[in-house]
């Protein structure tokens, strides 16, 4: 468990943002194909296969996740089902996870597509939860062309339940004097955790609004539900729950990176632009990689063309690195691959993956290379930017850039 710091930023009465990604599945699946706008959509397989998601439009017409694809097709004989690429979905999820990191290190993920971030020591440089909540959406929108929905409240759960209300592509923030008054009328179904069996179990008793819930004593509850969720129930539906987040990386993501993406402020296909960018991108990750202490070998690029098309390159280098000037090496040899002398692009990214500890990886000395190098140098701007400040030092190329 991850304390933050909450003497400097007790004013912020919001801290907990949970950060949804909407329809995920079903968005990244169709983000390049803009014939589909207005369709019904479904992600899943096969005739005897289920939903994985279903957009918004199909969920008009009563689609749902899990649900049969041979009612599917009975349901809406018009829907597009499109087969799952789990590849694009963990690569967009470890994007949008990049993103999160970059306003909070205090990041707590629960699935591929949603998160809690705790922003209490991000409000002086990025405003409070709100100007967060929408920084986020916008961020995501531009880089990843898929929407997402934000809650902002003191505790999990209740940020948990406004980012469900404030679907799609919306914000809500629950002040604690506004959370009972949120909460009441809802469901009790509405609750984080309530399945469907819970929630008929509620019913019979008679229990239909969290309301009810609420103002039922505790004891009838433990003796009717059992002594852990009787207690849990009548806490949630006050509001009470956790207000401090585990810091972990997801238990989908199958491996370790770093990366960093940039969305150009207009489309260009001038080199010098994006190898300035490449530059700085590369840096950052470094510095990053650095500071945690790790290494890797397989650098990879992200680029996307102004039609929002999206392509990856990696190349896997001899030894594993965490020097600026190697990583950003490697990233220009994959650009000029790709021979993009005259196309535009909107997007360029850099990652670093198959992460290592720094201290289990051996690096091959080469005749004749100098005592003090690169890495030693990487090593003084670490130090000076954690004195003096991020533009301390930088890269000549970036001398005079953005």
Same mark, same amino acid.
Do not use: N
């Given at each position: 468990?991850v304390?933050p710091d ?5 004013h ?5 943002l949970?950060?949804?990604m909407?329809?995920?599945y079903?968005s990244?699946?169709t983000?390049?194909?803009p014939?589909?706008a207005?369709?019904p959509?479904?992600?899943?397989g096969?005739?005897?296969g289920v939903?994985?998601?279903?957009n918004y439009?199909?969920r008009?017409?009563g689609?749902?996740?899990a649900?049969?694809?041979?009612r599917?097709?009975r349901?809406?004989p ?14 967009v999820?470890r ?5 999160f990191?970059a306003?909070?290190p205090v990041?707590?993920a629960i ?6 971030l ?5 409000a002086?440089?990025l405003g409070?939860p709100?100007?967060?909540a ?5 961020t995501?929108h531009d ?5 997402c929905?934000?809650g902002a409240a003191?505790t999990?759960?209740?940020a948990?339940?406004?980012?469900r209300?404030?679907k799609p ?6 002040d ?12 009790v179904g509405?609750?984080w ?7 008929a179990q =509620?019913? #019979?008793?008679? *229990?239909?609004? %969290? @309301? ?5 004593? $505790?004891?009838?509850l433990?003796?009717?539900?059992g002594?852990h969720l009787g207690?849990?129930l009548?806490?949630?539906?006050w ?7 585990a810091?972990r990386?997801?238990?989908h ?5 770093m990366?960093?993406?940039e969305?150009f402020?207009?489309?260009?296909d001038?080199?010098?632009v994006?190898v300035r960018e490449?530059?700085r991108?590369s840096a ?6 650095r ?5 890797g070998?397989?650098?990879t ?8 098309t999206?392509?990856t ?11 600026t000037v190697e990583?950003?090496?490697a ?8 021979? =993009?002398? #005259?196309?535009? *692009?909107?997007? %360029? @990214?850099?990652?670093?993956e198959?992460? $290592?500890p720094r201290a289990?990886a051996q690096?091959?000395l080469?005749l004749?290379?100098?005592e003090?190098?690169?890495p030693e140098?990487?090593r ?10 991020s533009a301390a030092?930088r890269p000549?190329?970036?001398?005079g850039?953005?």
């Open positions: 468990m304390t909450r003497t400097a930023y007790d912020i009465r919001t801290p907990i949970h950060v949804d909407d329809a995920f079903a990244v699946a983000r390049d194909r014939e589909l207005g369709r959509v479904v992600v899943g096969g005739s005897r939903v994985l998601a279903a439009v199909a008009q017409f689609l749902r996740s649900m049969p694809m041979t599917v097709r349901l809406c018009d829907v597009v089902v499109l087969a799952p690429d789990f590849e694009s979905f963990t690569s999820s994007s949008v996870m990049e993103v990191r306003v909070t990041v707590e699935s591929l597509d949603e998160a809690f705790d922003v209490r020591g991000s002086r440089r409070g709100a100007e967060i929408e920084w986020l959406r916008s995501i880089e990843q062309a898929i929407s929905s934000v003191r999990v759960s209740v948990k339940l406004a980012s209300r404030a592509d919306g914000v809500l923030v629950v604690p004097a506004e959370v009972t008054s949120f909460l009441h009328p809802l469901d509405e609750l955790g309530v399945g469907e069996k819970t929630r =509620l019913h #019979r008793l008679g *229990l239909m609004s %969290v @309301g009810d819930l609420a103002h039922t004593p $505790v004891e009838t433990r003796r009717a539900l002594p207690q849990h009548h806490d949630l539906a509001g009470h729950d956790r207000e401090e987040l810091v990386a997801g238990p993501e199958p491996e370790r990176s990366g960093a993406d969305t402020g207009r489309d260009t001038d080199r010098e994006i490449l530059m991108l950052k990750v470094a510095a990053r990689m500071a945690a202490s790790v290494v070998r397989t650098i690029i992200r680029i996307r063309f102004a039609d929002f999206t392509i390159r990696s190349r896997t280098l001899p030894e594993a690195t965490d020097v990583i950003h090496r990233a220009i040899r994959l650009y000029d691959a790709l021979g =993009l002398q #005259r196309a535009r *692009l909107r997007l %360029v @990214g850099v990652r670093v198959g992460l $290592v289990g690096r091959q080469v004749g290379e100098r003090h190098g690169w140098a990487d003084a701007v670490d130090r000076a930017t954690r004195r003096f400040g030092v000549g190329s970036l001398i850039g953005r």
